[in-house]
């Protein structure tokens, strides 16, 4: 890319989105475009075809979605599907209506089947039922992707799809309710730590198996794998399976990870866990072996990318 090219970073103010901005900074990049939602609603077609009719823009990378953990899928599914489609589909047709060319379309792991082998490799997308606390949001990022694919072998585009595994660090969102599992959990061990309570109570048996990446590895994977020529990006993927999983590769269950994040916070009682409350899929292990091919490796090891997202939390009041 060149320093002086002309990106839209859809969904700025996100986790992702933001850690992209700041990469991209970071390389040099000067001409980038954000918008406020108060300032478009990706939602709304004719505002995302006027923006990109007036702003003429290079190259796109598309952050944006509504997202949460197992309870706020479950509480706003319609919400979850409606947007997350809306947003995709305006974004990716009116990018193509004002003659981009180049766009990455940043999905999520849950695309693929509850009882999908392990690790999850590209080609199991769409070989069998999806979890039912995500599915409106996982029926959505399968859209997007096929979206892409679609206007790729229509229009000669090149819209490239990325599958993120479970993202956390700054920027996060760490509502009680709403949040994923890492935010989540941070807030939680923290509120019992700063009450003086002895026991932290979990969601679930604590046997899941789950994998997770500091967002800055993320951005950097998303840069990477734009700045790949169409040839190679080509000669790595297939015409109708074009995403490419983005993760670390490693596992480990929830209960380790309460381990961890009670080290992280300081925390010196007892963890239980509910299990009344319901576990999710079994487990979520990326097959990564495409991005490594493709010359892209994770930084971050856990432990020390929850210890930053920690400090981001106290930082920020705990939003």
Known sequence: MRPDEK?????????????????????????????????????????????????????VYLAAAKVGGILANNTYPAEFIYQNLMVETNVIHEAWQAGVQKLLFLGS??????????????????????????????????????????????????????????????????HPENSHVIPGLIRRFHEVQQSGGDEVVIWGTGTPRREFLYVDDMAEACIHMMELSSATYAENTKTMLSHINVGTGEDLTIGELADLIGEVVGF????????????????????????????????????????????????????
Request: hydrophobic share 35%; net charge positive; proline share 5%.
């Open 7 to 59: 990106i839209f970073v859809a969904g700025h103010n996100g986790m992702v989105g933001s850690a992209i901005v700041r990469k991209l900074r970071e390389r040099g990049h000067t001409n980038i475009v954000t918008r406020d939602r108060s300032q478009l609603d990706l939602v709304q077609q004719a505002e995302v075809r006027a923006f990109f009719a007036e702003e003429r823009i290079d190259q």
């Open 109 to 174: 792991s849950c695309i693929y089947p509850r009882m999908a082998s392990q690790p999850m490799a590209e080609d199991a997308l769409l070989t069998g039922v999806l979890e039912a606390t995500n599915e409106p949001y996982a029926i959505a990022k399968i859209t997007g992707i096929k979206i892409c694919e679609s206007y790729n072998r229509q229009y000669q585009t090149d819209y490239r799809s990325v599958m993120p595994t479970n993202l956390y660090g700054p920027g996060d969102n760490y």
């Open 268 to 319: 010196k009682g007892r963890i239980a866990f509910d299990t009344s409350k319901p576990d999710g899929t079994p487990r979520k292990l990326m097959d990564v072996k495409r991005a490594q091919s493709l010359g892209w490796n994770p930084k971050v090891p856990l432990r020390t990318g929850l210890a930053l997202a920690y400090k981001d939390f106290l930082a920020n009041g705990g939003r």
